[in-house]
């Protein structure tokens, strides 16, 4: 008789394989496995996989505009731009003015999302993107008020399970600005675990105007609710019961998502939180006994119990535009805004950004700008596509906004007391004081490090295992282990495969590595990027390996591999950037600090999680293999730094790249006069050296002994008056603090 060995294996090698992994993988919870299902992988994936394919990568098609979405930017986001004033809003009003209101719900920009056939504008990702960034910069209570419509709340549910009666009535409604809706999800007991609500839908009998009707009698109390004081419509979560079995057998049926009208009887509404000093519409609201019909579930009987899928999928899309966007533009403005005010501002007699220290952190914004920009347009460009990549969107959430805070900080410091004054001329007060609000909503930033971005993205990015643990999962256990020897031979091939390259590039220095072709200079990154792949592939599975289950508890080590995940997607992104834009020789500088910052923190990523790592041998095994100490790469060098910062010190196309658009077509005064002193100051540049190199302290000295003209002298007169505008600071009457009514 013939040797089958696919039935030797089989029985002899995959069974008790089977049977050890399925007491030492990490089980996984009916929510986390919806919560790891939903949406989709992309290029996380191909990072994943430890060999990036780049020749797809750079076939991406560059995020675009249509001419539609042009003509909106340049015209109501304009118009729009032009009527916000964040100081008035903050600390006049309290609030958007109703002028602006009205422009909001006219034009259509809480429909973006929504398509045209609904009466919405049919935005790409990108063009919603876009506005999102242009308004954040002048007002982020303007841009908060445009995003919730936008992301969860709840256009983007409904089009995505809502049913063909719930679009046709909610979704022109929503377009239009007929309702105001707001998504409901936290409450005072449940933030991060979300799924721990208390709030409840009881399924039951109920008479309404005499008739008997089956609903749902709903009791909630939730806080921290973006519009909800102004809201129409509630998206409400909450945990879905029939005890009378009016639907079906089951009693506990789940976590749900229904439409809730906010004017029906029992609901309280309409108090204000106030978060960070910031002035969009937020709050708490309650609900006791409110009767909603069958149909108010969103999706209607056949997705109740799905809430937490469905909440999950629509932020595997929202969470990568709405506050990275927020988070690139703040990047932006914080490196355009400090290098300008370097430029303008001089101490001990030369301008602050001569002064290394300040190049530091000018530098640092500088790179930061580059990356998190390259990276907001790439996610866009893989949204466009039609993906839903709930692991880059995490990625995306979280390191925006963290770059943000980074940025803004420094921009902050370059500034120093310039940008402490709160007042209208503090162009960066209002964007510092909302770093709180986009470090802790869609998901603090310390749960989506620690849990979400490892903690899904080796499960879902992972070429096999998630297909594996569905195999050890089922039910079935023969149809399981069928599955799972087909998987766990492949994955083993794979595996092998990865760690040999792994180690050849690491011992080599990623040498021999592959680039795609016509990179130019950027070849040696690619090479690097793919080095780093591979490493983290093999960290990936040893640590899932050696750590199985108990790896949920080990949120450091989880914390780290996504921080590695992280930087090899927005190091991408960022080539892919350079790449787009034409490959600039003057923007090599923001590439290469770009770089060898990522790659410095992989490596101390990698170095730090085998110095953890609670099995010593694999640690030592581990390093040898993927850090071997003689090719490891340092932080940039203090000259690249001062490279990137000397970008945001002088006139240029690269500047313009950089810093360019966001501001522009935007009412910011305190802005415009920074970047017309920056222009004065640089235009006078020459003549002050003139001045200062013939021995003469001061302009009007030289001028009174002819050693300039009147024409120079007009020139220096108006370089420093505008430098004096910028440098001012507002001040207040005292009884202007003791207004009441607010
Ligand atoms: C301005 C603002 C607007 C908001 N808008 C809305 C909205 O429109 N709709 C809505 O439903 N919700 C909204 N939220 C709620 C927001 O999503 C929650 O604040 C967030 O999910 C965190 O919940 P929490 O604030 O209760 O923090 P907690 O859950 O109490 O967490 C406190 C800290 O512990 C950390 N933590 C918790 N669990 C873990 C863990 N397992 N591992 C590691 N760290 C952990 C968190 O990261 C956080 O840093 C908003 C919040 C704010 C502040």
Redesign the pocket.
């Known amino acids: 008789m013939e040797w089958d060995w696919r039935r030797w294996r089989r029985k002899w090698l995959t069974e008790p394989l089977y049977r050890m992994a399925q007491g030492a993988m990490p089980r996984l919870s009916a929510t986390e496995q919806e919560a790891i299902e939903a949406g989709d992988v992309w290029w996380d994936a191909q990072l994943f996989s430890g060999r990036p394919d780049w020749n797809r990568f750079l076939a991406t098609p560059p995020a675009k505009l249509s001419p539609d979405e042009q003509a909106f930017l340049d015209g109501p986001v304009a118009r729009l731009c032009a009527m916000l004033d964040d100081w008035d809003i903050s600390w006049n009003r309290y609030d958007l003015p109703p002028q602006v209101w009205s422009v909001l719900k006219e034009q259509g920009f809480f429909g973006m999302i929504i398509p045209r056939e609904y009466g919405g504008l049919g935005f790409s990702a990108y063009a919603h993107s876009e506005v999102v960034r242009r308004i954040s910069v002048q007002s982020v209570t303007a841009a908060v008020t445009v995003m919730?419509p936008n992301s969860?709340?709840p256009g983007e549910l409904l089009m995505q399970f809502g049913t063909q009666a719930q679009r046709d009535h909610w979704l022109p409604r929503l377009a239009r600005g007929q309702e105001i809706p707001?998504?409901?999800?936290?409450s005072p007991e449940?933030?991060?675990?979300?799924a721990a609500m208390t709030d409840t839908g009881v399924i039951c009998r109920h008479v309404v105007d005499g008739v008997e009707q089956i609903g749902i009698l709903l009791n909630w109390r939730?806080r921290?609710?973006?519009?909800?004081p102004v809201a129409t419509v509630l998206g409400l979560?909450f945990k879905l019961y029939d005890p009378d079995h009016l639907v079906g057998d089951k009693t506990d049926l789940g976590i749900s998502v229904a439409l809730v009208p906010t004017d029906l009887p029992g609901i309280t509404i309409g108090r204000r939180?106030l978060?960070?000093m910031?002035a969009f519409q937020?709050g708490p609201n309650e609900g006791k006994d409110v009767f909603v019909p069958l149909d108010a579930l969103i999706g209607g009987i056949d997705k109740a119990g799905h809430g937490w899928a469905m909440l999950m999928s629509a932020l595997a899309a929202g969470r990568g535009i709405s506050l990275p966007s927020l988070a690139a533009a703040a990047c932006v403005f914080a490196a355009h805004t400090a290098g300008a005010y370097a430029r303008v501002r001089t101490q001990f007699g030369v301008p602050i950004g001569k002064f290394e220290g300040v190049q530091e952190k000018l530098g640092r914004t500088a790179a930061n700008a580059y990356l998190v920009e390259g990276a907001r347009r790439f996610t866009c460009s893989g949204l466009d596509m039609g993906h839903k990549p709930s692991v880059v969107s995490a990625i995306m959430k979280l390191h925006a906004t963290e770059r943000m805070r980074q940025s803004v900080n420094d921009a902050m410091d370059v500034h120093a007391g310039k940008a402490v004054i709160d007042g209208p001329s503090n162009y960066l007060g209002g964007l510092y004081r909302a770093l709180?609000?986009g470090i802790?909503?869609?998901?603090?930033?310390?749960?989506?490090r620690?849990?979400i971005v490892f903690g899904q993205g080796a499960i879902r990015a992972h070429p096999y295992l998630m297909k594996e643990l569905q195999a050890l999962a089922d039910s079935d256990q023969e149809a399981g282990m069928d599955a799972f020897d087909g998987l766990i031979w492949k994955h083993i091939g794979h595996s092998a495969g990865t760690m040999l390259r792994a180690i050849g590039h690491a011992w080599s220095g990623a040498l021999f590595a592959a680039s795609p072709k016509g990179v130019g200079r950027a070849a040696p990154f690619y090479r690097r990027i793919n080095r780093y792949a591979a490493a983290f592939s093999v960290l990936s599975e040893m640590t899932v390996l050696s750590l199985g289950g108990s790896l949920k508890r080990r949120?450091m080590l989880s914390a780290r591999l996504g921080d590695i995940l992280a930087e090899l997607y927005l190091l991408s992104a960022m080539l892919k950037r350079w790449h787009d834009e034409g490959q600039h020789e003057a923007d090599l500088p923001l590439v290469k600090v770009c770089a060898f910052q990522g790659f410095s923190t992989i490596e101390k990523r990698i170095d730090d999680i085998l110095h953890n790592y609670p099995s010593r041998w694999l640690a030592g095994l581990l390093r040898l293999m993927v850090l071997p100490p003689f090719t490891r790469v340092r932080p940039p060098t203090d000259a690249a730094l001062a490279g990137c910062a000397q970008i945001l010190l002088e006139p240029s196309e690269a500047r313009m790249r950089l810093v360019g658009e966001v501001w522009s077509n935007c009412n910011g005064r305190a802005v415009e006069d920074l970047e017309q002193a920056f222009d004065l100051v640089v235009k006078a540049q020459p003549l002050m050296d003139s001045v200062r190199h013939s021995g003469l302290k001061d302009w009007r000295v030289a001028h009174a002994k002819g050693a300039i003209s009147d024409q120079q002298a007009q020139v220096l007169e108006e370089a420093e008056k505008a430098a004096a505008r910028v440098i001012q600071v507002d001040d207040f009457a005292a009884d202007e603090f003791a207004r009441s009514g607010h």
């Open positions: 919730v969860l709340g707001s998504f409901g999800l936290t449940a933030g991060s675990d979300a939730k921290y609710i973006t519009l909800s979560a939180h978060p960070a910031q937020n709180p609000v802790t909503v869609e998901g603090a930033n310390i749960v989506t620690n849990l949120e």
